[in-house]
T-cell receptor, first 112, second 115 residues
Framework: LAKTTQPISMDSYEGQEVNITCSHN???????ITWYQQFPSQGPRFIIQ???TKVTNEVASLFIPADRKSSTLSLPRVSLSDTAVYYC?????????????FGSGTRLQVQP | EPEVTQTPSHQVTQMGQEVILRCVPI?????FYWYRQILGQKVEFLVS????????KSEIFDDQFSVERPDGSNFTLKIRSTKLEDSAMYFC?????????????FGPGTRLTVL
């Protein structure tokens, strides 16, 4: 599975847009990029998944450049409840290869 | 919105005892997983299960661990003889393969404390 690198922590204020960038230089052709959010003592929660270009849903956007060696999770107008750890995962989700490999994630702290 | 559920939320046991952690995956999902997270550490993959058999497992998933889908709704993780180092949050996840990739949905977890 492709190794990912993301910042250990980020700070923001309520109402701001937060962009978390993940590097995955060794991403393979079949790999999807998935972001999860985790609150303390809770299970990871799926945020968004993409393969290329831009994906948007009701909670976030995911920007993936043409070379796919990085991706950026964009959280519009964060609130205190967005304080959590955000994980970027890259991997082939084909048959027989389903294990998700979590890194240390990015700890986002949103201040009032 | 359908979700994965897990019971119990917290399990306390004595070292050497057997524990069974239970999960109810999302009803139309076909793939099931167990992960664990030791306090302050990363989420670690244990095992995946499809079509009534293990499809993938990690080095952590040794002979002390087993999984079962005893009926059409439950998915269980059994630890035969618990050790202190088994203390962790255990997360169940499920997924359904789509043309757009495979998204795993996680349950709230069971906190296992081994004394």
């Amino acid at each position: 599975l492709a190794k990912t690198t993301q910042p250990i922590s980020m700070d923001s204020y309520e109402g701001q847009e937060v962009n978390i960038t993940c590097s995955h230089n060794n991403i393979a052709t079949n790999d999807y990029i998935t972001w999860y959010q985790q609150f303390p003592s809770q299970g990871p929660r799926f945020i968004i998944q993409g393969y290329k270009t831009k994906v948007t849903n009701e909670v976030a956007s995911l920007f993936i450049p043409a070379d796919r060696k990085s991706s950026t999770l964009s959280l519009p107008r964060v609130s205190l409840s967005d304080t959590a750890v955000y994980y970027c995962l890259v991997g082939d989700t084909g048959p027989g290869r389903r294990a998700l490999t979590f890194g240390s994630g990015t700890r986002l702290q949103v201040q009032p | 919105e359908p979700e994965v559920t897990q019971t119990p939320s917290h399990q306390v046991t004595q070292m050497g005892q057997e524990v069974i952690l239970r999960c109810v995956p999302i009803s139309n999902h076909l793939y099931f997983y167990w992960y664990r997270q030791i306090l302050g550490q990363k989420v670690e993959f244990l095992v995946s299960f499809y079509n009534n058999e293990i499809s993938e497992k990690s080095e952590i998933f040794d002979d002390q661990f087993s999984v079962e889908r005893p009926d059409g709704s439950n998915f269980t993780l059994k630890i035969r003889s618990t050790k202190l180092e088994d203390s962790a949050m255990y997360f169940c996840a499920s997924s359904i393969r789509t043309s757009g990739g495979d998204t795993q949905y996680f349950g709230p977890g069971t906190r296992l404390t081994v004394l």
